[in-house]
């Protein structure tokens, strides 16, 4: 449960809610409290200001008689629930509560230092109180008015700030965390449906592909990149079900052929002529199959990346010109005519041994698709950077519908790449392979009747 994403992305989706509200929390303490002690502050400073002026007004209706003005003053600001006094210097001449007056004095005896300001007073009431004090003179006397309230009815309203907030926390967070919960489980729920049909999805219904309805943009973003690897995987699984058909057909040929030999030369006693004739024709087929497996051999392992080449210097006009000695009787044979363009030297770097293979199997495709009296041309070409091998010759071609595919492996066109007048149909992906492992590529250019030409084009 603790791995689940779900249980994850609720416990972070808490977490931040936890911190956000406990943020809110504390700034709104904050600004309540700081408020409420500016309104104190200023309903103070009125209240000093008033009684300031009440006083002024009973020294002149009392014709000067300063405490019992001062008492007057007093008297008349004691229904608006602060405590107000009034000082002739270090005497206090009248106080609505004199049971603060030790409070009262020690901040009027540092209100005399100052300007008219709100004071703190720690030891007022039960929470500490504020006093405003407002300077005068009349007669020739400065007079100091002080109005001074408890904070414990602010200190009363923040409790019930904190209880509220205190309490509505682990409320909220439940609500919280079931809602994210819910949220979360309905928003993964495409995930679950993705999860079972992938299930349901084998070797043998590869063509299935993910439906996850209308879900959100980045899963329908998952969901198509899942459909692509399906489809990846479903045209490596076709291209290794027929590669397998396609070898287990050419291994079965030549077996076969081996094993029909035999049984013949052992059916009955016969003459060396007819037990040679036999084995010539077993020696045949078994080259026929080394060179089959041999093939399979060196693509699986290209395939797999274990394949390492052989990199050394020497010279492509050489190794053209050799190519071309090796294909002359082969070509005699069949009334075919080759010619080979090599130009001068033309240094290489790379596996010398797969480029020869490269070549003879251009070569020797051309040759065997080229009717008898036909020509096939080689050319080699160094053009800046690149080097360029052009086999053509002036066979029937290729379709348009087969060029596509002459690089598949055991790929034959109809009647152009027979099994009778063919190899094993490997031969152009081994070229592919060698020239794409040299960091190249190779070009068709065919049409029917016409001919064929291949291109290779390998960097320097």
């Known amino acids: 449960m603790i791995h689940s994403f779900r249980f994850r992305i609720t416990a972070w989706y ?21 408020a409420l002690e500016a309104r104190l502050d200023e309903r103070l400073s009125e209240e000093a200001s008033t009684a300031a002026n009440l006083f002024l007004d009973e020294i002149d209706e009392l014709k000067g008689d300063i405490p019992k003005a001062a008492a007057e003053a007093v008297s008349e600001m004691r229904l608006r629930g602060s405590t107000v006094a009034v000082f002739a210097g270090s005497r206090m001449l009248a106080a609505s509560s004199p049971g603060a007056q030790s409070e009262l004095e020690s901040v009027a005896a540092g209100s005399w230092r100052e300007t008219d300001a709100v004071v703190p007073m720690p030891h007022f009431g039960k929470s500490g109180g504020r006093a405003a004090a407002h300077r005068l ?4 006397v400065s007079y100091l008015v002080l109005a001074a309230e408890p904070l414990d009815s602010i200190q009363a309203s923040l409790q019930v700030v904190r209880r509220v907030l205190f309490f509505g926390l682990p409320f909220l967070l439940g609500i919280a965390g079931v809602g994210g919960y819910l949220l979360t489980t309905r928003s993964l729920a495409p995930l679950g449906w993705m999860a079972e049909q992938s299930r349901r999805i084998t070797g043998s219904n590869l063509e299935t592909r993910l439906d996850i309805g209308n879900a959100a943009e980045e899963l329908k973003v998952l969901t198509a990149s899942f459909n692509e690897l399906l489809a990846r995987l479903d045209q490596s699984f076709e291209g290794m079900r027929r590669f397998v058909a396609d070898a287990s057909h050419e291994l079965r040929t030549p077996v076969s052929v081996i094993r029909g030999e035999a049984e013949v030369a052992l059916f009955r006693d016969r003459g060396p002529a007819e037990y040679r004739e036999s084995l010539a024709i077993i020696l045949d087929e078994s080259r026929r199959l080394s060179r089959l497996v041999d093939d399979l051999l060196n693509l699986a392992r290209a395939d797999a990346g274990h394949f390492r080449l052989q990199v050394a210097e020497f010279y492509f006009n050489d190794l053209m010109a050799d190519c071309c000695r090796s294909v002359q009787t082969l070509a005699a044979s069949r009334n075919i005519q080759v010619e080979c363009r090599g130009g001068g030297d033309v240094p290489f770097r790379g596996d010398e041994e797969l480029l020869r293979r490269l070549v003879m199997n251009l070569l020797d495709n051309a040759i065997r698709y080229t009717p008898s009296g036909g020509r096939v041309t080689a050319s080699l070409e160094a053009e800046g950077p690149d ?4 086999v053509s010759d002036t066979g029937p071609g290729i379709a348009p519908e087969a060029a596509a595919h002459v690089f598949e492996r055991f790929y034959r066109a109809d009647k152009a790449r027979s099994r009778e007048e063919g190899g094993f149909g490997l031969g152009l992906s081994i070229v592919k392979w060698i020239a794409e492992s040299h960091n190249g590529a190779v070009e068709l250019a065919s049409r029917p009747d016409e001919g064929s030409v291949f291109t290779v084009t390998l960097p320097r």
């Not at 808490?14 to 700081?34: E, I, P, R």
């Not at 003179?137 to 020739?140: E, H, I, K, L, N």
């Open 137 to 140: 003179t009349a007669g020739g």
């Open 14 to 34: 808490v977490a931040f809610f936890s911190l956000l509200f406990v943020l809110f929390g504390v700034f709104l303490y904050g600004v309540l409290a700081g």
């Open 387 to 390: 080097v360029r091998i052009r």
